[in-house]
């Protein structure tokens, strides 16, 4: 049982949390954080003499209408019906678990002044695997993620859509079978459901669980490659990273010695002076790409523990102030920044293929040992091609666009969520593209023969010819490359990097 609520969240947290499927309960000083501002947000609404935005008023170019006290719950019910209005492709439930992990998270920080109810319906939301149905489509990145969010809340009142044991269900429907009420949102509490950056925390979260893995696998990948390719290790050398000392260059040469230590391969005589860029400026491009998602894990880190709903509640100085902690600004530029450096990871992976399959440092061409009657290794660096030319094309950004919204109330946006959703295909791609190359290089290294390379790459190739055999002639290669994908994907074994 994973507590949260209070606790401050890591990607590390969240992904280990996904992964071993685990059940989150509330903090104790989360349910008193709840309880105490929804107290005062109640005694304040009784005595308040000034309009509450979004309390005791209506939304965005709406906030000069007042609203009764009797209508103040309908507000919000109306507020989430009329919000959920997203289209487009669904959500994967991987990215709407995390969303509901991070509205709790939100909402517990004790400023929000929704009910413990509410917050507790959304934990078992996520204990029992009842996922709300959410469209891709509908965020503009400020405001909140307003449409998304409101599709994850549509199910605690009943209505909308979600996933239950593998079937797409009415959310009244299983409210029924589980003997559950819907909840009845007092003032405040639609709007704090909605106002926040959680859709693009989730993707965020997501795609950063990925690359951090990616960005190992493109240094191991690409250190087989370098031993297929008969590369020299000179430029991986510790004075050459220190005369220059960017932090990811220097990581990531250590790693490459490493990697490669013990390997006949890179230690025999080379014939070539130099090697093309795509392995002798590894250290730079894998170095700087590993920067950006440090860089990016830090922003995200701190927004999924901060409060980005609005107005804000602060109980003990006696304060409710509206302002514009949903605005996604500092997320659409790391989302931005991400897919630039998955990008360049891709392009640079898919070189390396290129070279190896180029007849080069005597290789055969396409890596067959009868080519023109076999085409061998051609066709699958076309399609990493293609997903490295897809992915330049989602590294426009999107945070640099703005469209008015709310009769110019809401005159700037982030875009946040149109960025994260473009990450999202980004590291997908990425996946594919350091496959294909893996493929590529494990085909070349069986050229080198009898010669080896390290023991760990050893070690990592043993497992990977568990899954994906030597191409003799040639075959339908879809399923060796999805076999190669879903090894990455399920990859543990990082004692090969100690």
């Given amino acids: 049982m994973y507590q949260c609520g209070t606790n401050h969240l890591t990607v590390a947290d969240l992904g280990k949390l996904i992964r071993e499927k685990s059940k ?9 954080n709840i309880k105490k501002c929804r107290e005062y947000l109640d005694k304040k609404i009784a005595i308040a003499e000034k309009p509450i935005y979004g309390v005791t008023t209506g939304f965005g170019a709406l906030y000069d209408r007042n609203i009764s006290e009797t209508d103040l719950e309908k507000l919000q019910e109306n507020l989430v019906k009329s919000h959920a209005c997203g289209f487009g492709d669904e959500v994967p439930e991987e990215i709407v678990k995390l969303m509901l992990v991070l509205k709790i998270q939100s909402l517990s920080q004790g400023k929000s002044g929704v009910q413990t109810a509410t917050v507790e319906r959304l934990v078992n939301f996520y204990n029992l695997d009842i996922l709300p149905v959410i469209y891709q489509i509908g965020s503009l990145g400020a405001s ?9 809340s549509l199910p605690l009142i009943g209505m909308g859509e979600v996933y239950f044991n593998g079937k797409k269900t009415a959310a009244e429907d299983i409210l029924k079978a589980l003997n559950w009420e819907p909840i ?8 704090a459901l909605l106002n926040g950056t959680q859709f693009m925390g989730a ?14 696998f493109a240094d191991i990948i690409g250190a087989l490659s370098l031993d297929a390719y008969d590369g020299r290790i000179e430029p991986f050398d510790e004075r050459i990273q220190l005369v220059r000392p960017h932090k990811g260059q220097i990581e990531t040469a250590a790693v490459f010695r490493q990697l490669l230590e013990g390997s006949e391969l890179i230690n025999r005589v080379k014939k070539h002076i130099q090697d093309p860029y795509s392995f002798r400026c590894i250290p730079q491009v894998h170095g700087a790409t590993k920067q950006a998602v440090y860089s990016t894990r830090d922003t995200f880190e701190t927004e999924i523990n901060s409060v980005t709903d609005n107005p804000i509640i602060f109980p003990d100085e006696d304060m ?18 991400l897919c630039i450096a998955g990008a360049e990871l891709g392009s640079i992976s898919e070189r390396r293929t290129y070279q190896l399959i180029s007849g080069k440092r005597e290789l055969p061409p396409f890596l ?3 080519p023109g009657v076999n085409s061998g290794f051609m066709i699958p660096q ?31 946006v982030s875009m946040g969520a149109n960025a994260g959703t473009k990450a999202y295909k980004v590291v997908e791609n990425l996946y594919s593209i350091l496959a294909t190359e893996l493929y590529t290089a494990a085909q070349a ?19 990977y010819r568990e899954k994906v055999e030597y191409v003799q002639n040639d075959k339908f290669m879809y399923p060796d490359l999805q076999a190669s994908i879903d090894f990455l994907k399920g990859f543990e074994d990082w004692d090969i990097l100690q």
Wanted: hydrophobic share 40%; with cysteine.
């Fill in 24 to 32: 989150i309960s509330l903090t104790e000083k989360a349910v008193e």
């Fill in 144 to 152: 909140g993620d307003l449409a998304p969010l409101a599709h994850l």
């Fill in 184 to 191: 009845t949102l007092k003032s405040k509490e639609g709007l």
């Fill in 203 to 216: 993707y965020g979260i997501w795609c950063l669980v990925h690359m951090e893995r990616l960005v190992k």
């Fill in 320 to 337: 409710i102030i509206s302002a514009g902690n949903f605005h996604g600004e500092f997320l659409a530029i790391a989302f931005d920044t």
């Fill in 368 to 370: 067959v040992a009868e």
């Fill in 382 to 412: 076309y399609a990493a091609a293609a997903a490295v030319s897809q992915n330049k094309q989602l590294s426009t950004p999107a945070s640099v666009d703005t469209i008015d919204t709310s009769n110019g109330q809401e005159d700037h």
């Fill in 445 to 463: 290294i069986e050229f080198r023969r009898p010669m080896k390379t390290s023991p760990r790459l050893e070690k990592f190739l043993a497992q």
